[in-house]
């Protein structure tokens, strides 16, 4: 069996090291190197429960956050050590979550901590500001993990390549439309090359509604290129954090070389690709007023890097993934948190694609299932 996949990023990639290991024929093609769009613009944020999410969604995270324990502990690219998410002066639980909703997750098997504040400062020693409601001061998500992506890319990349060869990855040369064809479907590139395949596997990110036609991949998107976030990389810092550290109006984490990376999902609200300049450095600068008061001994940071970059977002946030026809010829996987949920979903694309075994746990998520607002 040979299998064209769409996409190389962090999703695309796992789709197809895991097809090639299994011994199926695979090439990747994108318009740009592995990564590079979308997965190396991510916070890069593992983790299950954090998210709002019902028992299934929660199940699908949560088998995806152990295959990436399992696979990737004693890679240098890969950092376990959870997430904390701190209590606020105003008295905001550390987590804005109920305690019914934690004890559900608990029952489901998600691992969280209430810490005192001694505890928080053991483990963080850099934090300021560490405050207390009724006797927490944190919780930790002890699962949570972060990875460095332009890490995790490679070892896939390598992956794919030692199992299906030089040949399987073709970059530089974008996808103009999906052939799908009476015959064996294809992809046209740009080139006016056709690669065709046994089947075809979309994971194209925001790109996967115009390749498919739309209506069945519906993606949330102001605009035709994604839903737009903020992520600032700071210049070294004197001292940094050893894991996540979330507070309510802030999530940081350490980067290579001493580096914090941040971000703030409400900062996202309003926000647009094509927005001033000026509007992006207020952003900005708030971030870094919010970094410097949750660490202590630090001057305010330096932003090294700013990106503001499109993500794939189906309208409610549940990945979208399964065959496009009845012929079983074109197979798409779009979702958000792409980096948690890629070996969940390459899983499920073997057993689709590779095997004819229907994964019962996206069923939900299929493409013809009901409408999703």
């Known amino acids: 069996m040979h299998i064209v996949v769409v996409g190389a990023g962090i999703v695309g990639l796992s789709i197809a090291v895991g097809l090639a290991e299994a011994g199926a024929g695979v090439v990747v093609v994108d318009g740009g190197p592995p990564g590079a769009r979308l997965t190396r613009t991510t916070f890069a944020w593992l983790n299950a429960g954090f998210l709002p999410v019902d028992r299934t969604y929660w199940g699908l995270r949560s088998g995806s956050l152990d295959a990436w324990h399992e696979a990737s502990a004693g890679h240098p690219w890969f950092h376990a050590g959870g997430s904390l998410h701190l209590a606020t002066a105003g008295g905001t639980e550390p987590d804005d979550r109920s305690a019914a909703w934690r004890a559900e997750l608990r029952g ?201 970059a499109a993500r794939a977002l189906p309208p409610d946030g549940r990945p979208i993934v399964g065959w496009l026809d009845g012929a079983r010829r074109t197979y798409v996987a779009v979702t958000h948190s792409g980096i948690t949920l890629a070996p969940a979903i390459a899983r499920i694309v073997i057993e689709d694609v590779l095997h004819g075994r229907r994964a019962t746990d996206l069923d939900a998520y299929r493409p013809r299932a009901a409408p999703r607002a």
């Open 108 to 308: 489901w098997g998600e691992p969280i901590v209430a810490l005192d504040a001694a505890a928080v400062h053991a483990l963080e020693p850099a934090l300021a500001g560490v405050t207390a409601v009724g006797g927490v001061a944190a919780r930790l998500f002890r699962r949570d993990a972060w990875v460095e992506t332009d890490g995790a890319i490679g070892h896939l990349v390598d992956r794919l390549l030692a199992a299906a060869g030089p040949g399987a990855l073709r970059t530089g040369t974008p996808v103009a439309r999906l052939e799908p064809g009476s015959g064996m479907p294809g992809v046209r590139l740009t080139s006016g090359e056709t690669l065709h395949g046994d089947h075809v596997v979309v994971a194209a990110a925001s790109d996967t509604p115009v390749l498919t036609g739309g209506g069945l991949v519906p993606v949330l998107a102001p605009d035709a290129r994604g839903v737009p976030g903020l992520l600032v990389l700071t210049a070294p810092v004197a001292i940094t954090v050893g894991r996540i550290v979330r507070r309510d109006d802030l999530v940081l984490r350490p980067a290579p070389g001493g580096r914090l990376l941040l971000q703030a999902g409400a900062l996202d609200n309003d926000l647009r690709l094509d927005e001033p300049a000026a509007t992006t450095d207020d952003r900005v600068r708030t971030l870094l007023a919010r970094a410097a008061a949750t660490l202590s001994r630090v001057d305010a940071p330096v932003a090294e890097q700013v990106t503001v």
